[in-house]
């Protein structure tokens, strides 16, 4: 067996060295349940590199533009969005703060299984946090591709409001600041694999981010 200088195989230094980098780096992996932290540090605003140009006329124009839209669709009640709407919703959320989480919900239900009820609890508890205070989120339902176009949206929808409801109920925020989304099969995450468990996904996103140079 390759020692090194301290006498620890070098596998066994390697393989500690790479753990260590990964507690740094405190990554989501596929089937982890998501920390309170890993939340809220994915959906508060990012700070804006210094020197970047002075934000222009036309993108402030945007900006409004883009607000005025997110106002209006998250007093949307009596009725499910329009196709133009998710899409409209879905392009300005590329560009926003946002995370994925693995929500599993008993079969053809949208009742929120038990199983991640401490994913449900970190969720309520990150929204809840100060740096998130008076924020709008949209909870973006997503299936995979089993299943028709029509149902696969319905069911994305009502567990998107299961959620919403969740948070409301659990943790008193405010509903109006929760919009909820179904997208069905519109948006794989994992486009090679229609059927893959990735595409069963909860997505929330932070729609009025504003950068920390702003509010200064």
Do not use: C, W
């Not at 329009?82 to 946002?98: C, G, H, L, N």
């Not at 929120?112 to 008076?134: C, D, F, V």
């Not at 959620?163 to 943790?171: A, N, Y």
């Not at 099969?185 to 920390?212: G, I």
């Amino acid at each position: 067996m390759l020692l090194n200088r301290r006498g620890l195989s070098l596998g066994l230094a390697n393989a500690m060295l790479a753990a260590g980098l990964m507690l740094l780096a405190g990554p989501v992996m596929a089937g982890d349940e998501p920390t309170d932290a890993q939340i809220l540090n994915a959906l508060k605003p990012k700070p804006k590199t210094r020197g970047l140009p002075v934000v222009t006329p036309e993108e402030r124009a945007k900006a409004a533009e883009e607000q005025q839209f997110i106002d209006s669709v998250r007093q949307v009640r009596t009725r499910s969005l329009t196709s133009s709407e998710r899409d409209k919703v879905a392009t300005i959320a590329k560009e926003k703060p946002s995370i994925d989480l693995e929500i599993y919900f008993d079969y053809n239900s949208a009742a929120i299984s038990s199983r991640s009820m401490p994913s449900m609890m970190s969720l309520g508890r990150a929204l809840s946090a100060p740096e998130l205070k008076g924020t709008v989120f949209m909870i973006g339902g997503h299936t995979d591709a089993a299943g028709g176009e029509s149902y696969n949206l319905g069911l994305s929808e009502r567990r998107a409001q299961a959620v919403r409801q969740f948070l409301i109920d659990r943790f008193r925020l405010t509903a109006g600041d929760l919009m909820a989304v179904g997208y069905g099969k519109e948006q794989l995450k994992d486009k090679s694999n229609p059927l893959s468990e990735q595409n069963r996904r909860v997505q929330v996103v932070n729609m009025a981010a504003k950068s920390t140079a702003d509010s200064r």
